[in-house]
């Protein structure tokens, strides 16, 4: 029994590792409530020809507004956001080189704020569900845009563009 199990654990791990192909890259966001570009960059874990997990960081750039209020004169707030999402995708190729995938996953978002040098900072956790599309340029080449919106105190939806290399 021990070397049925044994076998069986081997021969799955085999079939993932003869498939697993690992990519990295990065791209463009531009999240709504940000109201913000952000420099997203990313890793891809393919597990089978249908299923990838996807770690990535988007740091969206720093906003700075001022606003004047009668009487007290103008208040200067800049703040920013990141988030960290890890996204599980089920891919569908529609040919050769198109496919698109519905995802969802965690997000670990966090912002902070600067109002007249009063900072407060707050992390919070949310979910992720979308939607994206690959376009393979070469064997290891493909870009990728992708619609997802963000569940929780930071929700947000999330545009991004961006290209993937395959190793």
């Not at 690992?22 to 020809?49: D, K, P």
């Amino acid at each position: 029994m021990k070397k049925l199990t044994l076998l069986a654990i081997v021969t799955i791990a085999l079939t993932f590792n003869s498939f697993a192909q690992i990519s990295a890259g990065g791209g463009i966001s531009y999240g709504t409530e940000a109201e913000t570009i952000g420099f997203n960059l990313r890793g891809q874990y393919n597990i089978t020809e249908s299923i990838d997990v996807v770690g990535g960081f988007t740091f969206f750039l720093p906003k700075k507004t001022s606003q004047a209020i009668p009487f007290f004169g103008t208040i200067e707030t800049k703040s920013s956001l990141w988030t960290f999402d890890i996204d599980g995708h089920y891919n569908f190729n529609i040919n050769d080189k198109f496919g698109f995938y519905p995802l969802a996953g965690l997000n670990i978002s966090g912002a902070s704020v600067d109002v007249d040098g009063t900072k407060a900072k707050d992390t919070e956790v949310g979910f992720n569900i979308g939607a994206g599309a690959t376009y393979e340029i070469n064997d290891k080449l493909a870009a990728f845009t992708e619609v997802k919106y963000t569940i929780g105190n930071f929700d947000q939806v999330v545009i991004g563009i961006g290209v993937l290399y395959g190793f």
